[in-house]
């Protein structure tokens, strides 16, 4: 990984750069130095400039200390301008500019080989840098946010520079951003953002806290002007909250992830009168989240946005499932985690083995208070054995010294409802069933304490199961009536896919928006911004 990559980063100016090259190396090259000296020179300086860097040392010692970019040839001339003008875009996908102007000074006093060797790294350098931001992301996760347990998997230098050397250099660059048509519409949607920012945004803030239909007056036209501006109501001279104003709030609560009532509520507005800069950042963080996600994610695979409180299953690019979905509460050890793994088997009948930290955070207080407290949970000893309540001395144990395990045996009554979906990980998140049904009618639902609730577990059960079955519904139901915990394999592990975006460009329709509960895209832009990521047009 280039250790020194963002300092190539944040001014861009590379026209100069490349004529420069052109005549230096044309100049060096017919010097009378002998054809050995000059050789030696160029690669002891290459071997010199890109010791500190163990990937791009590797490339140079095996093609020889050849020059990839400051050669006089055609190869080396169609690997400059490739870079030139995969650089000049750089912008357009939420990328840092790339700094070249330490090489420009360089180059305006090089007068040996030596020096060109130099360059000739700075460059590879330079190259390398972009070539993993735009394929990979320019940050690495788990250092913006602890949540952010995902592995993304980076190429090395080594390789990006082997590759690019035996490729045509412009497609080599074109096929290094991410593939996927989300990304192909957040960037679309990302240059209509900043050509609106220019022409002032959204126009004037309603500076009413809520409106409801019938209501007239200044705020009123305001709302209608910002709906007008969004593109959700067609133009209208109306200073009232007409119908045409309630069908175009609900539009907006629909792809804000709130309750589509037609009323401008205090939460509604706030989503309103969020600045347009805000929700462009949200697309640059979305787009860098996708880099992020650069992977094959499985012709069918299971997709849980937690912002979203949804649950899909994608096949061959198409949603043939959808449920709502409860994740974990926004408390700093029960955020649900983003990560992706493999679906392997689901549990009909679940037992739920306590997770050690809620005994001894939630129940070993409770059993210290009344030993008969959560009665409907057994105690278990270390030999496997229930443990006769009335024999314990609770407040004889701290949560370190704690001894049981506590289960719950399965029934309606589990706190894992009557199925759990398991992609064993280390985390010990899974999707399951739940007793507390009314949660999936709340427009917020973080509720959990790490792991998916599932608002309709037995559909999504039936759809997994319709791949290796006739009858899904009947294999299911049989293991449910058992009453007895059933494992069912899967006979084709589902790819999942825990995922944090607040800004989603669907194939048909308006971008959808929704807000950031664990404030973990804050944090993403914010690490953007410090990285020398910038918004394309100041406005409203």
Same mark, same amino acid.
């Given at each position: 990984?280039?250790?020194?990559?963002?300092?190539?980063?944040?001014?861009?100016?590379?026209?100069?750069?490349?004529?420069?090259?052109?005549?230096?190396?044309?100049?060096?090259?017919?010097?009378?130095?002998?054809?050995?000296?000059?050789?030696?020179?160029?690669?002891?300086?290459?071997?010199?400039?890109?010791?500190?860097?163990?990937?791009?040392?590797?490339?140079?010692?095996?093609?020889?200390?050849?020059?990839?970019?400051?050669?006089?040839?055609?190869?080396?001339?169609?690997?400059?301008?490739?870079?030139?003008?995969?650089?000049?875009?750089?912008?357009?996908?939420?990328?840092?500019?790339?700094?070249?102007?330490?090489?420009?000074?360089?180059?305006?006093?090089?007068?040996?080989?030596?020096?060109?060797?130099?360059?000739?790294?700075?460059?590879?350098?330079?190259?390398?840098?972009?070539? %993993?931001?735009?394929?990979?992301?320019?940050?690495?996760?788990?250092?913006?946010?602890?949540?952010?347990?995902?592995?993304?998997?980076?190429?090395?230098?080594?390789?990006?520079?082997?590759?690019?050397?035996?490729?045509?250099?412009?497609?080599?660059?074109?096929?290094?951003?991410?593939?996927?048509?989300?990304?192909?519409?957040?960037?679309?949607?990302?240059?209509?953002?900043?050509?609106?920012?220019?022409?002032?945004?959204?126009?004037?803030?309603?500076?009413?806290?809520?409106?409801?239909?019938? %209501?007239?007056?200044?705020?009123?036209?305001?709302?209608?002007?910002?709906?007008?501006?969004?593109?959700?109501?067609?133009?209208?001279?109306?200073?009232?909250?007409?119908?045409?104003?309630?069908?175009?709030? %609900?539009?907006?609560?629909?792809?804000?992830?709130?309750?589509?009532?037609?009323?401008?509520?205090?939460?509604?507005?706030?989503?309103? /009168?969020?600045?347009?800069?805000?929700?462009?950042?949200?697309?640059?963080?979305?787009?860098?989240?996708?880099?992020?996600?650069?992977?094959?994610?499985?012709?069918?695979?299971?997709?849980? /946005?937690?912002?979203?409180?949804?649950?899909?299953?994608?096949?061959?690019?198409?949603?043939?499932?959808?449920?709502?979905?409860?994740?974990?509460?926004? %408390?700093?050890?029960?955020?649900?985690?983003?990560?992706?793994?493999?679906?392997?088997?689901?549990?009909?009948?679940?037992?739920?083995?306590?997770?050690?930290?809620?005994?001894?955070?939630?129940?070993?207080?409770?059993?210290?208070?009344?030993?008969?407290?959560?009665?409907?949970?057994?105690?278990?000893?270390?030999?496997?054995?229930?443990?006769?309540?009335?024999?314990?001395? $609770?407040?004889?144990?701290?949560?370190?010294?704690?001894?049981?395990?506590?289960?719950?045996?399965?029934?309606?009554?589990?706190?894992?409802?009557?199925?759990?979906?398991?992609?064993?990980?280390?985390?010990?998140?899974?999707?399951?069933?739940?007793?507390?049904?009314?949660?999936?009618?709340?427009?917020?639902?973080?509720?959990?304490?790490?792991?998916?609730?599932?608002?309709?577990? $037995?559909? $999504?059960?039936?759809?997994?199961?319709?791949?290796?079955?006739?009858?899904?519904?009947?294999?299911?139901?049989?293991?449910?009536?058992?009453?007895?915990?059933?494992?069912?394999?899967?006979?084709?592990?589902?790819?999942?896919?825990?995922?944090?975006?607040?800004?989603?460009?669907?194939?048909?329709?308006?971008?959808?928006?929704?807000?950031?509960?664990?404030?973990?895209?804050?944090?993403?832009?914010?690490?953007?911004?410090?990285?020398?990521?910038?918004?394309?047009?100041?406005?409203?």
């Amino acid at each position: 990984m280039i250790t020194n990559a963002l300092s190539f980063r944040r001014a861009f100016g590379f026209s100069t750069l490349v004529a420069l090259i052109v005549v230096v190396g044309a100049s060096l090259a017919s010097s009378p130095l002998h054809a050995q000296s000059k050789v030696s020179a160029f690669a002891q300086a290459v071997a010199e400039a890109a010791a500190r860097d163990d990937e791009i040392a590797a490339f140079y010692r095996s093609n020889g200390y050849q020059p990839l970019w400051t050669g006089t040839g055609a190869q080396d001339k169609s690997r400059r301008a490739a870079l030139l003008k995969a650089l000049a875009s750089a912008k357009d996908h939420g990328l840092p500019t790339y700094d070249v102007s330490v090489l420009k000074t360089q180059l305006k006093n090089v007068k040996s080989l030596r020096a060109l060797g130099r360059i000739e790294v700075e460059m590879s350098k330079l190259f390398v840098a972009y070539a %993993q931001d735009i394929n990979s992301g320019v940050l690495v996760p788990a250092r913006i946010d602890s949540g952010i347990v995902r592995s993304v998997p980076r190429k090395s230098g080594t390789s990006l520079l082997a590759g690019f050397a035996n490729s045509n250099p412009s497609g080599f660059l074109k096929a290094m951003p991410p593939k996927s048509p989300e990304y192909a519409r957040l960037m679309k949607e990302k240059l209509r953002l900043e050509a609106l920012l220019a022409k002032g945004g959204w126009g004037t803030p309603v500076s009413a806290k809520s409106l409801k239909p019938g %209501q007239s007056g200044a705020a009123v036209v305001e709302l209608r002007n910002r709906l007008i501006r969004m593109g959700y109501l067609n133009r209208s001279a109306s200073q009232s909250y007409d119908a045409s104003i309630q069908t175009a709030v %609900q539009l907006f609560q629909q792809d804000h992830g709130l309750t589509p009532d037609g009323v401008a509520g205090a939460g509604t507005m706030v989503e309103i /009168n969020t600045p347009l800069q805000r929700r462009l950042a949200s697309v640059v963080v979305a787009m860098e989240r996708e880099r992020w996600t650069n992977i094959a994610r499985g012709e069918r695979h299971i997709w849980v /946005n937690l912002t979203d409180f949804s649950a899909q299953i994608i096949d061959n690019g198409r949603v043939t499932f959808a449920t709502r979905s409860v994740v974990g509460k926004n %408390q700093p050890d029960r955020r649900s985690p983003e990560f992706s793994d493999v679906m392997e088997f689901m549990v009909v009948n679940p037992t739920w083995n306590v997770p050690r930290s809620i005994a001894t955070k939630e129940y070993l207080p409770m059993l210290k208070r009344n030993p008969n407290a959560v009665s409907h949970l057994k105690l278990i000893d270390s030999r496997g054995r229930v443990v006769n309540r009335s024999a314990v001395n $609770f407040n004889a144990f701290s949560a370190k010294s704690f001894p049981f395990a506590i289960k719950q045996p399965p029934s309606s009554r589990n706190a894992l409802g009557l199925v759990k979906f398991m992609f064993p990980n280390k985390h010990n998140i899974y999707l399951h069933d739940t007793p507390s049904k009314s949660l999936f009618a709340r427009e917020v639902r973080a509720f959990s304490h790490g792991c998916i609730r599932l608002s309709d577990p $037995f559909d $999504f059960a039936y759809a997994l199961l319709a791949k290796q079955t006739s009858d899904p519904e009947g294999t299911f139901k049989k293991a449910l009536n058992s009453r007895v915990e059933t494992p069912i394999t899967l006979q084709t592990p589902v790819p999942v896919h825990l995922v944090y975006r607040t800004a989603v460009a669907p194939a048909k329709g308006r971008m959808n928006y929704r807000r950031d509960v664990y404030g973990r895209d804050a944090k993403v832009w914010a690490g953007l911004e410090k990285a020398g990521v910038a918004l394309g047009a100041v406005g409203g």
